[in-house]
């Protein structure tokens, strides 16, 4: 062989080192002290790579023995990676040639659970010596310079790890050991019982601060807590979420600004980089040096954060109909100072127990201050504008559904329904109640002659997807059958058959979207589910100028609003109350309640008179009619028509748009920003906790004889 001596390698060693002392001085320190025995040499044979040495005084040069070069690394890593993707923490025991090191390193990295989470690579070496020879050989200056790789060197390789474990309990621990050098464990020592020993002494941590924290809230009472909101003081919040949710990420720290804004202290816990997760010692010390008298949680619970205290209120933001929510298991869980705030009540009440007392309606909170600076922007200017993603047709979504599931009954059962609701949306009506539609579903089976145990995937499907598709393209073309300047944004509008030419593409959500609904003269909000929605009220927030789609439940609500106030004037306490003492209005209103969503608000599964006194007390924010019962009749449009007419009468007159846009947003401000929604639920919380300090009355004497 041809062998060239390794110190001709020598800069690409110092471009390693340096990568390297700019993480781990320490480790770059200990590199450089330590010198190779003899001289070292490398040549490649037959594309493979060979390390030699010549002892001191030596003329011979003897090849160094290699167990991993690198077709072995790749056939390793291809063998550990069977979805040829890195899902989890993994150790490497021995360095050889770094071919195992280099490839798991390039491997690519997806974690379904947590998107953008990079898993650490625990890299083990018993020799400083031989890790000297290898920074010769790769240009491993991203490896080196990456904090996900966890470099541990020397004799006592194992010990590190262990101590790495219970030093830095945010960083994941790993659950795979690939060995290269078997003589790296110790003798009976395996990652398993490393594991085992690292898990007690966190173990025996936790519990320790879990005591710690246990002793400071001795004095804390449920009244104190209600008196220091009630007196305004104020609070110590602290909020617990995940980079690996971009959207609750962010919503936390809106969360969190709210309460800054008004005056508390807070503090966020949160993974500090893509290669951490969060660790029950993370929180607790945290806590403990923190000490908060309220913990905010987005779409988690209290219970589901091993050793998180019970002893301040911890309030969940529901914002998303996730299963770990949803289930009876989830209800059971929530202690006598755990509260939620969200969407999803009557369900979480009704059928996972989740007590009633303790979940206060609210929509997703918009963040004000993100939209305040919008700009008029010429080159957006449009006479109307409609921001969604959901730009694919009916038919599309129609064939991928048959294409995906390719069973004989989709194909006959989907394209008969989708006929049935494109004849209604022809005549310019529309849909937007689930039990129209569902009759719709069972009237396309009984036409095909098929049944199924189960229709609700296939509601899901028609409602969700396919009534969403025909209701939102329904108005945006009779604007483009109208000649309007209309600009649509969002992903796939390009492919549109019959909008395609009003794309504009994906609007940055961060930069550009405040000023889209800035320099449009006419946002359009439209969605069968109701207006009242997180994207129309940032839209308000920016300035932004909405026409809103009448839907069915905006003749509802109104009707609840006044349905309460019978309640409320009558003292009604429950359903069975209710339907004692019905007087002619309330009946009435019920009859037309029933004949508009085809259920009679008493033949509900759930207590319809809690869930109005829910609703009430949440502000009557779920429909567009209530919010803004002053300017709905000037913004709500129920037919072609009534669209076009709008439209033509607000492009002539600006000034109106301008005092309808301010009315509506100052709503906003007061009722669906963080600040808002916090300042109510800190009321509700407040009147919980007092209530459950009074303590209850002793029985009489007499009462106790009985």
């Not at 240009?139 to 990456?146: F, G, T, V």
């Not at 997760?277 to 619970?301: C, G, M, S, T």
């Not at 129209?436 to 095909?448: I, P, Y």
């Not at 199924?452 to 028609?462: A, G, T, Y």
Request: hydrophobic share 45%; proline share 6%; glycine share 6%.
């Amino acid at each position: 062989m041809q062998w060239t001596p390794i110190e001709a390698l020598r800069q690409r060693f110092d471009a390693n080192l340096a990568c390297l002392a700019r993480r781990d001085s320490g480790l770059s320190r200990r590199i450089e002290a330590t010198r190779l025995t003899g001289e070292h040499f490398v040549a490649v044979c037959d594309d493979v790579l060979h390390l030699a040495r010549r002892e001191p005084g030596a003329e011979v040069i003897v090849p160094l023995p290699g167990t991993v070069p690198a077709s072995a690394a790749q056939r390793i890593v291809a063998q550990l990676c069977q979805s040829k993707a890195i899902e989890g923490p993994i150790v490497v025991s021995g360095l050889d040639q770094g071919w195992l090191w280099d490839a798991i390193y390039r491997t690519d990295v997806q974690v379904q659970t947590a998107p953008g989470h990079t898993p650490p690579l625990y890299l083990l070496t018993a020799s400083l010596e031989r890790l000297r020879l290898v920074l010769h050989l790769h240009d491993w200056r991203q490896l080196l310079a990456d904090p996900r790789c966890r470099i541990l060197a020397g004799d006592d390789a194992v010990g590190q790890l262990q101590r790495h474990l219970l030093d830095h309990p945010q960083i994941s621990w790993p659950k795979i050991n690939v060995t290269v050098d078997p003589t790296l464990w110790p003798v009976g020592q395996t990652l398993d019982s490393l594991l085992t020993a690292a898990g007690r002494a966190v173990e025996s941590a936790a519990a320790e601060l879990k005591r710690r924290i246990e002793t400071s809230y001795d004095a804390v009472t449920p009244a104190a807590f209600a008196e220091r909101i009630r007196c305004g003081q104020p609070l110590r919040v602290m909020g617990i979420t995940s980079r690996f949710t971009t959207f609750l990420q962010h919503s936390m720290r809106d969360w969190l600004a709210a309460f800054a804004a008004a005056g508390h202290e807070t503090r966020l816990v949160i993974e500090q980089a893509d290669h951490e997760k969060l660790h029950p010692l993370v929180y607790l010390r945290q806590i403990v040096e923190f000490r908060p008298d309220l913990l905010l949680l987005i779409d988690h619970y209290r219970a589901e954060f091993p050793h998180l205290p019970t002893h301040m209120p911890a309030v969940m933001w529901v914002q998303d109909r996730l299963p770990n929510i949803f289930n009876a298991a989830a209800g059971e869980a929530q202690g006598a100072m755990d509260y939620v705030i969200g969407y999803g009540r009557r369900d979480a009440v009704t059928d996972f127990g989740y007590p009633p007392a303790r979940y206060m309606e609210a929509p997703v909170g918009v963040n004000e201050r993100r939209f305040a600076e919008a700009a008029v922007r010429p080159e957006l200017a449009c006479d109307v504008s409609f921001v969604s993603h959901a730009s694919e047709t009916p038919e599309s979504i129609i064939r991928a559904e048959i294409d995906r599931h390719a069973t004989p009954l989709l194909k006959k059962l989907l394209p008969r329904g989708s006929d049935r609701r494109a004849a209604i949306y022809r005549r310019d009506e529309s849909i937007t109640q689930e039990h129209a539609l569902l009759r719709l579903v069972e009237q396309s089976m009984t036409a095909v002659g098929v049944s199924l145990e189960d229709v609700r995937p296939l509601l899901d499907l028609v409602s969700n997807r396919l009534n969403n598709a025909f209701f939102r393209h329904q108005s945006l073309q009779w604007l483009a059958d109208a000649g309007v300047k209309l600009h649509l944004w969002g992903r796939g509008w390009e492919k549109h058959p019959k909008l395609g030419r009003f794309a504009r593409g994906v609007a940055d959500n961060q930069r550009q979207l405040a000023d889209i609904y800035r320099s449009s003269a006419i946002n359009l909000q439209v969605t069968p589910f109701g207006s009242a929605h997180q994207r129309l009220f940032e839209g308000l927030c920016a300035g932004g100028f909405f026409l809103l789609r009448h839907v069915t439940g905006d003749d509802v609500e109104p009707m609840y609003v006044e349905l309460y106030d019978i309640l409320r004037r009558k003292h009604i306490r429950d359903d069975d109350d209710l339907r004692a003492r019905t007087d002619e209005r309330a009946g009435a209103l019920m009859h037309h309640i029933e004949g508009l969503t085809g259920q009679h608000p008493l033949h509900m599964r759930h207590d319809f008179v809690d869930a109005l006194r829910a609703t009430a007390a949440g502000g009557f924010l779920r429909a567009s009619s209530t919010l803004w019962p002053r300017q709905f009749g000037q913004v709500a449009f129920a037919s072609r028509d009534q669209l076009l007419s709008k439209v033509r009468h607000f492009l002539s007159h600006p000034q109106e748009r301008a005092a309808v846009v301010e009315a509506m947003r100052r709503v906003v401000l007061q009722q669906v920003t963080y600040r808002g929604i916090s300042e109510r639920m800190l009321s509700f919380v407040a009147s919980d906790l007092a209530r459950a300090a009074v303590p209850a009355p002793k029985p009489s004497v007499v009462e106790i004889a009985a």
